[in-house]
């Protein structure tokens, strides 16, 4: 069993639809989270943090649910722009190594 | 902005050949990481630094593969000799505290053929 995992979608929604991924970790010991972007064979870039209050940048929104060890991104109002492979990460490990989950894709149309 | 910069951008090899890749991190930024990821799937880490030291290499194929980062500061990947498996994506990412999210270079295509 994979530490992290992702359904690897795709996820194809029209715009202005609200979208959620799910990642679950199997490390109870992972202290922290986060959730990347990463667009067709570019680099993965920093999208937020998780924290286990929960938080929100703009249109999204990062739940933890450490009971149940999930991850969760929600996409409000989706745009074209957010057409990207999101990749969930959980710190693991004595010196806080970071593991990808194998990302899910979200294809909006218009 | 402060970026992690990494050279080459693509290499084309044959097997067998051996083949070199750098990564300067960001100014600061004492963890360092080499990831590898084939198309479709998440990246792979393949070696964490802490300053100069090596603090993971477990999924590192030893036999071919070394990293190094003699002042702390940039490094560099080898693998020798290559194979037609070893064509990836290796990505080099670096971050100011353990801990903390990772930002990362633009990465090297690598094509072994």
């Known amino acids: 069993r994979k530490e992290v995992e992702q359904d690897p979608g795709p996820f194809n929604v029209p715009e202005g639809a609200t979208v959620a991924f799910n990642c679950t970790y199997s490390n109870s010991a992972s202290q922290s989270f986060f959730w990347y972007r990463q667009d067709c064979r570019k680099e993965p870039k920093l999208l937020m943090s998780v924290y286990s209050s929960g938080n ?53 149309h218009p | 902005e402060a970026e992690v910069a990494q050279s080459p951008r693509y290499k084309i090899t044959e097997k067998s ?3 070199a890749f750098w990564c300067d991190p960001i100014s ?10 084939i198309l479709g799937q998440g990246p792979e880490l393949l070696v964490q630094f802490q300053d100069e030291s090596v603090v993971d290499d477990s999924q590192l194929p030893k036999d071919r593969f070394s990293a190094e980062r003699l002042k702390g500061v940039d490094s560099t990947l080898k693998i020798q000799p290559a194979e037609l498996g070893d064509s990836a994506m290796y990505l080099c990412a670096s971050s100011l505290v353990r801990g903390q999210g990772a930002f990362f270079g633009q990465g090297t295509r690598l094509t072994v053929v």
């Open chain 1, 56 to 108: 929100e940048d703009g249109r999204f929104t990062a739940q933890l649910n450490r009971a149940s060890q999930y991850i969760s991104l929600l996409i409000r109002d989706s745009k074209l722009s957010d057409s990207a492979t999101y990749l969930c990460v959980a710190l693991s490990g004595g010196y806080n190594k970071l593991i990808f989950g194998a990302g899910t894709r979200l294809a909006v």
């Open chain 2, 28 to 37: 600061g930024h004492a963890t360092l990481y080499w990831y590898r990821q």
């Open chain 2, 17 to 19: 050949q051996a083949v």
